[in-house]
């Protein structure tokens, strides 16, 4: 018998089985405890969790943009406000064939290769399940025409905003400034769930320095929504906060009357309440309508306006770097007499030409009057703007200490104001010279700086700011655009306190001689500008600026009428009015229009006249400016939310 045919052994095979049944019933047993505890952890401990991703599944939490803040002029008068209008949105994730939707839409709405452009960029920077603007600013026929075709477009949707508009087109685009659409670019440098959608950011001027104060804050609402991804339902509504309404400085009607006494002409023109640093109109001239920016401009327009050989999108108010010319001479004045360098009273002999002492080579510095002034003291020099006396001025101050005092005005850099795309002029030294130019300073180049040639540079701003403080005997104040805040819910106005700056501190004596001068321009028959004010109600102390574009063609005595255009002086004025009270200083630039006296004093008497006219009358025989508080103005409240309002 073999050893494989052993006999069956049944306690053995009980024991077997019985073993086999208890491990099988553990695992079992194991088995339902752990599916009984995954399903308390689920149920009772993550309940909260795996509820919202199942609540999330037919709720949609969409972003409710703010209304953007409103801008008024200091009158109360609007300068940007928001106006209801209509956009094409796309869902992209609902639509099936975008691009034959694409070609589809361009039977029903208008669309050009700039919307097909700007949407697939858009496109690119969202979420499938984000709607993203097609068209914005629809007509009432295209609204109707796709209401009636809208079952041929699923995921293609109209929407009701409000829509950023300039009432005043390109008058106040020069400090106001516009929204655009907002780009990659800017939403890097911006909370992005603050700005969930915003479709429009600021751009230039105010509109963007300000952006986050005008932009408010973001709502949220809690759609319900189908399985094709149509609103069933507006859940709950967490209302946005609107951006913050602006009071800004300026007159309104000063701004126009500026932008019109430049029509025509390449210019800029820059007033402030020297009281406190008001601006009260900073104008460009030619300029631009903003509100074909706000949407997007079309590429023919946009390569127009930057082909225009007047260059009107450029902001010669804040940017343009102008030589200031004889308008220098009243600053000038005032460093000889705190220097010592000259005396009120002193009388100098100003022949038709002034050398420099010990000068081999000769050079003849010439005078505009080719048969001099004669025996000249500080005011006659002002009033007859006597280049001669200020060509040995300044030999005698020198360029550092030329410097040093000018740059109390503000000359030579940026005054800071509160918006974008300011220019610092140039205030040279012989430092700069060797840094910029490789080169040394000669004593020639202090004595053309003397009268606002050679390197000297500043923009109208830094004009109007630096003649602001001449009025005010060297009290100085940083122009400022914004005078106040309004909050558009609870309608309480914040003022904004003047910023004063570091005053210039001469004796008493030496502003009267310096602004006895300026006065004497327009009110004595041997000033500058004596014809352009003969007969003005106010009296005005000013100053003519002629600044040469080139040299050569005037060392030819060439006339006017033979220059080519781009070669003609430019033309310069600044003013100040009341003379012994003012209430406002203006600056003045007219490029290529020759002399200061024909071209800018008109353009400053016109610009004094409306405001004195406008916003001033007469207390026991003085010239006050009437009450405008911001706190009095009657504003009108911030427009009504609509639904996917943009910022």
């Not at 064939?97 to 589809?104: C, F, K, Q, S, V």
């Not at 008058?171 to 479709?199: F, K």
């Not at 601006?279 to 309508?289: E, G, I, N, T």
């Not at 207390?619 to 427009?639: E, M, W």
Request: with cysteine; hydrophobic share 40%; aromatic share 10%.
């Amino acid at each position: 018998m073999s050893r494989r045919q052993s006999l069956r052994d049944p306690r053995q095979e009980r024991r077997q089985f019985a073993w086999r049944a208890i491990v099988m019933g553990l695992a079992v047993v194991a088995l339902y405890a752990v599916m009984v505890a995954r399903l308390i952890y689920l149920q009772v401990i993550d309940h909260e969790h795996y509820a919202a991703m199942s609540h999330d599944n037919r709720v949609h939490i969409a972003a409710v943009p703010p209304p953007r803040g409103l801008i008024y002029d200091r009158h109360g008068v609007l300068l940007a406000e928001n106006v209801p209008s209509y956009s094409l949105d796309v869902t992209p994730e609902q639509v099936p064939d975008m691009a034959g939707t694409l070609e589809a839409l361009k039977s029903v709405v208008a669309l050009t290769p700039d919307d097909i452009r700007r949407f697939k960029q858009a496109l690119r920077r969202k979420w499938p399940f984000q709607t993203v603007p097609l068209r914005f600013d629809l007509t009432p026929e295209e609204v109707a025409r796709f209401a009636v075709q809208r079952y041929r477009f699923p995921g293609v949707d109209i929407k009701a905003r409000l829509r950023r508009y300039y009432p005043f087109g390109g008058a106040m685009v020069d400090a106001v400034g516009y929204v655009g659409r907002i780009d990659a670019a800017e939403l890097q440098h911006v909370d992005g769930q603050n700005y969930a959608g915003t479709t429009h950011y600021g751009k230039t001027g105010v509109e963007a320095f300000y952006q986050e104060r005008l932009h408010g804050r973001v709502g949220y609402d809690q759609i319900e929504v189908n399985a094709k991804g149509r609103q069933i339902r507006v859940l709950s509504h967490q209302p946005p906060v609107p951006g913050d309404d602006l009071i800004l400085s300026l007159d309104a009607g000063l701004q126009q009357v500026a932008e019109e006494a430049l029509a025509g002409r390449e210019g800029a023109a820059v007033a402030i309440d020297p009281r406190n640093g008001d601006v009260l109109a900073l104008v460009s001239a030619p300029s631009y309508d903003p509100n074909w920016f706000v949407d997007g401009i079309s590429s023919k327009r946009y390569a127009e306006l930057r082909k225009n050989a007047w260059r009107p999108l450029f902001n010669r108010a804040l940017a343009g770097q102008y030589p200031p010319g004889s308008t220098i001479k009243p600053f000038m004045a005032l460093a000889g007499l705190a220097n010592g360098v000259v005396t009120a009273d002193q009388q100098i002999y100003c022949g038709p030409y002034w050398q420099i002492p010990g000068d081999p080579a000769q050079r003849k510095y010439r005078d505009w009057n080719r048969y001099g002034h004669g025996m000249t003291d500080v005011s006659k020099a002002i009033t007859q703007s006597v280049d001669v006396y200020f060509y040995r001025l300044a030999f005698q101050l020198g360029i550092e200490r030329m410097h040093g005092f000018l740059s109390r005005f503000g000359f030579g850099s940026a005054t800071d104001i509160d918006t974008t795309g300011e220019m610092g002029g140039l205030l040279p030294t012989p430092a700069w010279k060797r840094r910029a130019r490789n080169e040394v300073w000669y004593p020639g180049n202090t004595v053309v700086a003397g009268i606002g040639q050679g390197f000297v540079l500043a923009t109208p701003l830094q004009l109007a700011d630096a003649t602001a403080a001449l009025s005010m005997r060297g009290e100085r104040f940083r122009p400022r655009l914004l005078r106040a805040v309004r909050d558009p819910i609870s309608g309480k106005v914040s003022e904004r306190p003047a910023d004063a700056l570091q005053p210039v501190q001469v004796r008493q004596s030496y502003w009267q001689a310096v602004l006895r001068g300026m006065r004497n321009v327009t009110q004595r028959p041997d000033g500058t500008a004596y014809r352009q004010f003969r007969g003005f109600d106010y009296v005005v102390a000013g100053k003519t600026g002629t600044a040469q574009v080139t040299s050569h063609i005037h060392s030819d005595n060439s006339s006017e009428a033979t220059i080519p255009y781009r070669l003609r002086d430019n033309g310069l004025f600044i003013a100040f009015a009341p003379a012994d009270h003012p209430l406002i200083a203006v600056a003045v630039v007219v490029e290529h229009g020759g002399g200061g006296d024909v071209s800018a004093a008109p353009v400053a008497r016109r610009m004094l006249a409306y405001y004195l006219e406008h916003n001033t009358e007469r207390r026991n025989g003085r010239l006050v400016l009437k009450p405008d508080l911001p706190a009095q103005l009657d504003l009108q409240p911030t427009q009504p939310r609509q639904a996917g309002a943009p910022s």
